[in-house]
């Protein structure tokens, strides 16, 4: 079912509404019969069946919405195959680092080591798609101004999706950092509490991924770099197979979050270094201290709001509410009012073509 999924073509040519009305209309058929044919624990079967009409209903009208926009020829594969390719090549070693950890875990430690990293890395990673839903709003319009060559527009649509991935990253891992314990504690239970360290050494990998992505997604892939695209990636599965080996023998899971943190991070830096070359691209460190220095008055409030013996969900219903009023306040008022605005506005128009 895999080969029908075309949603980044009806992306691709910034076709949201589609998407998302389609989208609506399978889900909320596949909600009803779920509510009208699910009766016992032995309707497992239909359960299935629907399951597999959530996703084949979507892909089914995209082949049939797409003959209005493009003619499918044995003759126009053929020069897409290279590429092709290199995505294959890519989606493979990228699989394997990323899903190969809690594998080794198993084979080089123990299952408990093995259940406090899927705890801590579920929720670790819960937080990706919201930093770079700005890279999947934005890239249909960066490809087309790469196309063109019209790099003075693109360089500031550029740096409006670097803002907003630090924007939103850097207080989405100070987060962790700070509340892990309360979270492992709510959303796994009390026996998963050691893997609150292991999820604050995993918490730089939403900032490192969601700029990972922006590399990728944002000015190797539209510029035509799918081979530098499988370097990086090969690159970080080299790194990850390497330091599993040598760190979770001595430090179990810690180990494990530990080789996935610095494999993310040299493949981040091997895109930077190909995507440097393609387009000059001015790095700041100022957002990313100004962000960091936004979090102060939050990073504040926990440490003091721990020191009353709070129970956990009242602890982290105030420092997650105030984190975000008061972080967001201080982004409207002093910091990146135009940055939220604009992309704010960019994805509303998206969703309202």
Known sequence: MGFSSIDWYFAGIENFRLIAIRSVAVKLVSLIALYVFIRTNNDYNIYLFISIFAILGNNIINLWSVRKFIRLSPQGIRRHFRPLMYTFGTTVASSMYTMLDTVLIGLLSDEK???????????????????????????????????????????????????????????????????????????????????????????????????????????????????????????????????????????????????????????????????????????????????LAATIPSVAIAFYTRTLGLPVYTFLAINVLSFIAIYFAIQILFLNRQTLKDLVGDISKKGAS
């Open 113 to 291: 080591s093995v259940g406090l990293y899927s705890a801590s890395i579920r929720l670790t990673k819960i937080s990706i798609p919201v930093i770079i839903s700005a890279a999947t709003v934005l890239m249909p319009r960066i490809s087309k101004l790469f196309s063109v060559g019209d790099f003075d527009a693109l360089k500031p649509l550029l740096n409006k999706s670097f803002n907003f991935i630090i924007i939103l990253g850097v207080p989405i891992c100070v987060g962790f950092i700070l509340l892990a314990p309360e979270l492992i504690f709510i959303f796994s239970s009390p026996e998963f509490a050691e893997a609150a360290t292991t999820m604050r050494i995993l918490s730089p990998l939403t900032l490192i991924i969601g700029l990972g992505y922006f590399w990728a997604f944002q000015v190797l892939i539209p510029s035509g770099g799918d081979r530098q695209l499988f370097i990086c990636v090969m690159i970080g599965m080299i790194f990850n197979l390497s330091l599993n080996f040598i760190l979770i023998p001595p430090y179990k899971q810690d180990g494990g979050a530990i080789a996935n943190v610095i494999s993310e991070l040299a493949v981040t830096l091997c895109y930077m270094y190909f995507c440097f070359k393609i387009i000059p691209f001015r790095i700041s460190h100022r957002p990313v201290l100004l962000n």
